[in-house]
């Protein structure tokens, strides 16, 4: 390990932190949109409990806090590209930086190749008609 540190240099440092840098700004915007979110909801929540306490109907839902399920929408045929190319941006990287750990990126590589299959399997056994998509039989 004392070798891999000593081979780093300051073009290195800057790649690592920008890397640094970005992953730091993307975990802010997830907090401060989550907690956004959640004072949405407590603010619909207090509303709704003002309307209750006073007889009154419950306001609607605004429709980015209906929770529905969409079965058209599968996220798991991106999200396995996205893993495999994240997985072989990995492995260029420390091709050309680390030599040695570049075999660390098959984990999000396989990963990904594994939602790929299950969202290729899901597709081609989740086409059978439903029952309530048939039409009617006599």
């Known amino acids: ?22 992953l730091t700004f993307t975990i802010l915007l997830i907090i401060f949109g989550l907690k956004f979110v959640q004072r949405r ?6 509303t709704a409990r003002t309307a209750l306490e006073k007889g009154q109907p419950l306001p609607p839902l605004p429709p980015d806090m209906r929770h529905e399920q969409h079965p058209e929408q599968n996220n798991d045929f991106r999200a396995g590209l996205i893993l495999v190319a994240t ?7 420390f091709v050309t930086f680390l030599h040695p750990l570049r075999y660390v990126a098959a984990i999000p590589g396989f990963i990904g190749v594994a939602m790929l299959l299950y969202a ?18 006599s």
Do not use: C, T
């Open 87 to 93: 997985g072989a941006g990995l492995y260029l990287f």
């Open 120 to 137: 290729i399997f899901h597709a081609l056994l989740g086409r059978k008609d439903k029952p309530a998509d048939r039409p009617p039989q």
């Open 41 to 46: 909801q407590e603010l619909w929540h207090e």
């Open 1 to 22: 390990m004392p070798n891999l540190l000593a081979e780093i240099s300051g073009g290195h440092l800057v790649a690592i932190a920008a890397i640094l840098g970005g």
